[in-house]
């Protein structure tokens, strides 16, 4: 017991800095971790403040979650969900990778700065700004889409009503607001690549397309496998303003915009389901984190310095 | 480049007439025609868009009910940006509250991170490996939103005040991992170890030697910070429905279907006959374009920064 005390009086200064920010966490992070119990209870604000409500509230057990899994909303937002991380991770990656390779072969530099410069620009764009830009495109009366198909001698389409469009623009969103912040992580990677590998292949009559294959891709591979399991971790999770903000919270689109996140941020402010939407959440925390640490394990048993932890 | 390079390319390029030294190893002008074509297009295409509300906002609104949204508008209009002057309260009152929590959060964000990441960074620190668990933990396991929710409103009772906005997006591990991977990579045990020789303590080696020298990293997380508190909507989402509390983008989303909002907190009597002929369109246009700008303008600038922060955020120790 002396011993403990007379460590933390000998680290105090470092306590001392880590303090408010423990305490940050505990509040905001660990606070809501126990606060899942609720997914399990019948959540009622009681008078004597959060831990009265959340202890005295009534065990229900499973039946928030059995709640959950009895309507087709479970099924979807978790079809969608996957669905499409899966096509943006994987997308994500081929476009990263591609724009790196290529912008690093390109022959005028001050030219790929410009275009490097130009596409971060939408990664430091919300996502309501990048509805409205969607929105001059696909309003009704005005968009440009409609015009075009008017010009074209088609009738308009109402983009805001029709869901079997929202998947690709989605995923075109998502690819295009985070392909220069991709692209920027493989760059730096390539740029650090020992050049004498290339040379040594150029002597051996390596063509260009050769030297990609063999030496740039086998060396960005440790990182694409780090980063891909890291979103991997994420699969569960979604960019809340893509799915919400940019189809302007339509209704019609919900079978193709209703994501996990969404569906939890409507179940909270519209119905006001405290257990349904706290379970919802738990399911989304653990099942990202059981998947987490299997993508983890694959790698770690494949090739033990890829892993991420 | 090295010698070996250098010397061929003499050899093989120092063909007379040719003035030009060209990288032998370098691809074809060919193929480098058509990437530039491919990636020029898909860079057109991220700032196309911001260029298409710019001119929409100085569309004269009767035309743009006419003809639509175009590019090359055939009457161009100020209107939307007098509107704006005249009975803007709402948006400067909104820009107000966006730069207030722009301001204190970032500045909150750098003490607490800067704090954190070093006392984690370094090694005499008995408790570190705890402490380290303790923060990315969070990036593995979350409560989620709804006990996120009512920690905000029924713990803290922060709903609807300037708080709101600020402490649940104050501190992340993401930011914490690469402020101590910049600690630990750029500031020199010696330096330190000397430092504790000539008796300074370690809060005199954090404040005078450790922050001086790693201003490159306090400049990237306060970038990442203000980015994320501009663009911050989601939080006021949740927690604010004061108008006089709504930040610059949850302002864009309300007046995404209704244009009421904006001039019903103006001083002015507004009267049905200005309602009716409010330039609707092109004022929310307006409003997204002075809502981009300052970021437009000032991100090519910070932009090292940024590819600073991704590629140390993304190296594995």
Same mark, same amino acid.
């Given at each position: ?24 966490? @505990? ?5 809501? *971790?126990? +606060? ?42 978790? =079809? ?9 991770? *994987? ?44 929105? /001059? ?5 005005? +968009? ?29 969103? $998502? ?7 991709? /692209? ?8 650090? @690549? ?25 060396? %960005?591979?440790p990182l694409?496998?780090i980063?891909? &399991? ?10 809340? +303003? ?21 569906? &939890? ?6 119905? $006001? ?32 310095d890829y892993a991420v932890f | ?26 691809? !074809? ?15 057109? !295409? ?97 409560? $989620? %939103? ?22 649940? /997006? ?11 991977t ?16 000539? +008796? ?13 020298? !790693? ?30 509390? @709504? ?6 989303? =309300? ?39 300052? @970021? ?18 993304s190296v594995k120790e």
């Amino acid at each position: 017991m002396q011993g403990i005390l007379k460590k933390l009086i000998k680290n105090r200064a470092f306590l001392l800095l880590v303090l408010p920010g423990a305490a940050w966490f @505990i509040i905001f992070a660990y606070l809501p *971790m126990f +606060g899942t119990i609720i997914a399990f209870k019948d959540f009622r604000i009681h008078p004597g403040g959060f831990f009265e409500s959340v202890l005295k509230s009534e065990w229900v057990g499973f039946k928030n979650f059995e709640f959950l899994f009895s309507t087709d909303d479970a099924y979807i937002i978790t =079809r969608n969900t996957i669905l499409y991380n899966v096509g943006l991770i *994987m997308l994500g990656l081929v476009l990263a990778v591609t724009l790196a390779i290529i912008m690093n072969e390109l022959l005028n530099k001050r030219l790929a700065k410009f275009y490097q410069t130009a596409m971060f620009m939408p990664y430091f764009l919300s996502w309501v700004i990048i509805s409205y830009f969607v929105f /001059s495109f696909l309003n009704v009366e005005k +968009g440009v889409f409609n015009q075009l198909l008017v010009f074209f001698g088609e009738d308009p389409v109402s983009w805001y009503s029709e869901t079997k469009f929202w998947p690709y623009f989605l995923i075109f969103l $998502g690819l295009w607001k985070n392909a220069g912040y991709g /692209s920027v992580v493989y760059l730096a990677a390539i740029a650090g @690549i020992d050049r004498s590998y290339y040379e040594a292949a150029m002597i051996d009559g390596a063509t260009k397309w050769n030297q990609i294959r063999f030496i740039t891709l086998p060396m %960005l591979k440790p990182l694409m496998i780090i980063l891909t &399991v890291l979103a991997l971790g994420g699969i569960f999770r979604s960019d809340f +303003g893509l799915f919400y903000q940019v189809p302007r919270d339509s209704g019609a689109l919900y079978p193709v915009t209703n994501v996990i996140d969404t569906f &939890v941020y409507r179940g909270l402010t519209i119905m $006001g389901d405290t257990g349904m939407s706290t379970a919802t959440g738990l399911y989304q925390s653990v099942v990202g984190l059981i998947l987490v640490l299997l993508a983890n394990y694959a790698v770690r048993k494949i090739e033990k310095d890829y892993a991420v932890f | 480049m090295n010698d070996l390079s250098k010397s061929m390319e003499r050899t093989v390029l120092s063909a007379p007439g040719k003035k030009k030294t060209r990288d032998i190893n370098a691809i !074809s002008p060919l193929w480098n025609f058509i990437f530039n074509v491919g990636v020029c297009l898909f860079a057109l !295409s991220c700032i196309f868009p911001f260029i298409f509300i710019i001119v929409i906002s100085f569309t004269d609104e009767k035309t743009l009910a006419l003809n639509g949204f175009s590019i090359l508008p055939e009457v161009l209009s100020l209107d939307a940006y007098r509107f704006l002057m005249r009975s803007g309260e709402q948006m400067v009152q909104s820009l107000g509250v966006t730069l207030a929590v722009t301001v204190i959060g970032t500045v909150l964000t750098l003490y607490l991170v800067s704090t954190y990441a070093y006392a984690i960074s370094r090694k005499n620190f008995d408790q570190r490996r705890f402490f380290s668990f303790l923060a990315f933990f969070t990036m593995l396991f979350s409560g $989620g %939103l709804v006990p996120g929710y009512i920690v905000v409103t029924q713990v803290l009772h922060l709903r609807d005040t300037l708080w709101a906005l600020i402490f649940p /997006s104050i501190l992340n591990a993401f930011y914490i991992i690469v402020m101590r991977t910049f600690f630990t990579t750029t500031v020199p045990d010696a330096i330190i170890e000397s430092a504790k020789i000539d +008796g300074a303590t370690e809060f005199g080696i954090y404040t005078r030697i450790v922050l001086p020298i !790693s201003l490159p990293g306090i400049a990237t997380i306060g970038l990442f910070s203000t980015l994320g508190f501009w663009n911050d909507w989601f939080n006021a989402l949740l927690y604010i429905d004061n108008p006089n509390l @709504i930040p610059l983008q949850t302002l864009l989303i =309300r007046i995404q279907n209704n244009m009421d909002f904006i001039v019903q907190n103006s001083s002015q009597v507004v009267s049905y006959d200005i309602a009716a002929t409010l330039p609707t369109e092109t004022v929310r246009m307006a409003m997204v374009v002075l809502a981009t700008l300052p @970021i437009a303008l000032a991100y090519p600038f910070f932009q090292k920064y940024f590819i600073q922060g991704l590629t140390i955020g993304s190296v594995k120790e």
